[in-house]
């Protein structure tokens, strides 16, 4: 597609639930990235994935959030027994290699909210 | 530890006044910059990078962005603002956190109001 696209664009979910969120990056990117921003803040790294791998998961808060891209292009970011204070702006964003020295291209993001 | 400072929550400038937005960053090795900007329900949009090369770096929507190394600094400006420029700033720094991986590490951003 033309842009890197997020599905869906806003979510509500019960705390304790489980959630999955969308991600299809510009075709021919090898990079994708998630970002969480909470608000008043700037976006903060999650996860990287290099084609299928993820290249750095360092980013995860803890171990109810996972993220898979199977086949190389499209990505979910799963999300468990989700808590209030998961509520965040979810973006994703693909670059064509990875930062060496092309910029990443952003979604418009995911807006969850745990009520 | 990598990071990035934008020292100011809000900047106001009157349409046709130049703009800075300031930046100010922290890195190990040679800081590769990146401006975004972000309209209301919008996602990020790229508007310049400094990676190598001439101080100045020209960037989308007549933005410019100048990089001082001394200072540690990458202010974000604009000869004559419109209102139409008004959003919210971030400024980002790329962090290698190894084997060739790269990720953002991104300032709080600023709020530009233009006013008419």
């Known amino acids: 597609g033309a842009g890197v696209s997020q599905t869906p664009s806003n979510k509500v979910t019960e705390k304790g639930k489980y959630v999955e969120l969308r991600c299809d990056p510009i075709?021919?990117?090898?990079?994708l990235y998630w970002y969480r921003q909470s608000l008043g803040q700037g976006p903060e790294f999650l996860i990287y994935f290099q084609g299928t791998g993820a290249a750095d998961d360092s980013g995860l808060p803890n171990d109810r959030f996972f993220a898979v891209r199977p086949e190389g292009s499209v990505s979910t970011l799963k999300i468990q027994r989700t808590e209030r204070g998961d509520s965040a702006v979810y973006l994703c964003?693909?670059?064509?290699?990875?930062?060496?020295?092309?910029?990443?291209?952003f979604g418009q993001g995911t807006r969850l909210t745990v009520v | 530890a990598q990071s990035v400072a934008q020292p100011e929550d809000q900047v106001n400038v009157a349409e046709g006044n130049p703009l800075t937005v300031k930046c100010t960053y922290s890195v190990s090795g040679n800081p590769y910059l990146f401006w975004y900007v972000q309209y209301p329900n919008r996602g990020l949009q790229f508007l310049l990078k400094?990676?190598?090369?001439?101080?100045l770096v020209k960037g989308s929507y007549g933005f410019e962005a100048e990089f001082n190394k001394s200072q540690t600094s990458f202010h974000l400006k604009k000869p004559s603002a419109l209102v139409s420029d008004s959003a919210l700033y971030f400024c980002?720094?790329?962090?290698?956190?190894?084997?060739?991986?790269?990720?953002?590490?991104f300032g709080k951003g600023t709020k530009l109001s233009v006013i008419p």
């Open positions: 400094y990676i190598t090369g001439d101080n």
């Open positions: 075709s021919g990117h090898t990079a």
């Open positions: 980002a720094a790329r962090h290698d956190s190894g084997a060739g991986s790269y990720q953002l590490t």
């Open positions: 964003a693909s670059s064509l290699r990875g930062l060496g020295n092309t910029e990443a291209f």
